[in-house]
């Protein structure tokens, strides 16, 4: 039987390929939220490292006792960070996808020279210009890339967006290659279980994805 991790990244490697990329060059972030250690350890028995959470606290409670016999798991931080979550989102994630505001690119800024670690930073764009959703506005992007980079010196790698949902994602995802191509920006994440196809073929380096591997998730209470 196949896996449906495995069925992604089959997926993964053709969209590559349509697109003339390599699917080396793409990252799989498995959306480990809401998922319990037990349904995790089998994806990491198939050799899957990458994991996103979206939750600080969730992550501090599952991941320091996987990571003690997965040690090369790498964390990222895919949901809204609050300020006082910070400091020990520094200490769990290798890299903080959701900076969305100059207050807590601030507070990562400070707490990263406090606690000597600096974590690879990724700023959030409200793509589709939402109300209900964080991120920067596409047109405040260049300026809020430029003042973390240049003023708060944070190693801001990339973009990472949550599209419109029933939306179609693709000019979205163009629009989210644009704003990275002229900020010198490398890395993309973006595309989930509905799209992470057409995000490859738009340019993404990154694809977070939950459903297609774990799985529904279960309702929230
Ligand atoms: C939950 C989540 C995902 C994964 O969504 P699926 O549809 O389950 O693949 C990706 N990105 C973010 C920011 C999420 O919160």
């Not at 991790?5 to 990252?27: C, M, P, Y």
């Not at 693709?170 to 490398?186: H, P, S």
């Amino acid at each position: 039987m196949t896996s449906k991790l495995k069925t992604v990244l089959l997926n993964i490697h053709n969209a590559a390929k349509t697109a003339r990329r390599t699917a080396k060059d793409i990252t799989l972030v498995a959306v480990s939220k809401t998922q319990s250690s037990d349904a995790i350890t089998p994806i990491l028995d198939q050799g899957q490292r990458v994991f996103g959470e979206n939750k600080v606290q969730e992550a501090a409670e599952k991941w320091p006792r996987l990571r003690e016999k997965y040690t090369d798991v790498k964390l990222h931080l895919i949901g809204p960070l609050q300020s006082n979550k910070v400091r020990q989102a520094i200490q769990l994630f290798d890299v903080i996808e959701t900076i969305d505001r100059i207050k807590l690119a601030r507070a990562i800024a400070r707490i990263s020279a406090e606690e000597n670690k600096s974590v690879p930073c990724y700023i959030q764009i409200n793509i589709g210009r939402e109300n209900q959703k964080t991120g920067i506005a596409p047109d405040e992007a260049d300026n809020f890339i430029t003042l973390c980079r240049d003023e708060l010196k944070l190693p801001v790698q990339g973009l990472m967006c949550i599209p419109p949902a029933e939306e179609d994602s693709k000019a979205y995802f163009t629009l989210m290659k644009e704003i990275a191509g002229r900020n010198g920006l490398g890395k993309l994440s973006m595309g989930m279980s509905d799209d992470y196809q057409d995000a490859i073929l738009c340019g993404a380096t990154s694809v977070r994805v939950g459903t297609a591997i774990f799985g529904a998730r279960e309702p929230k209470e």
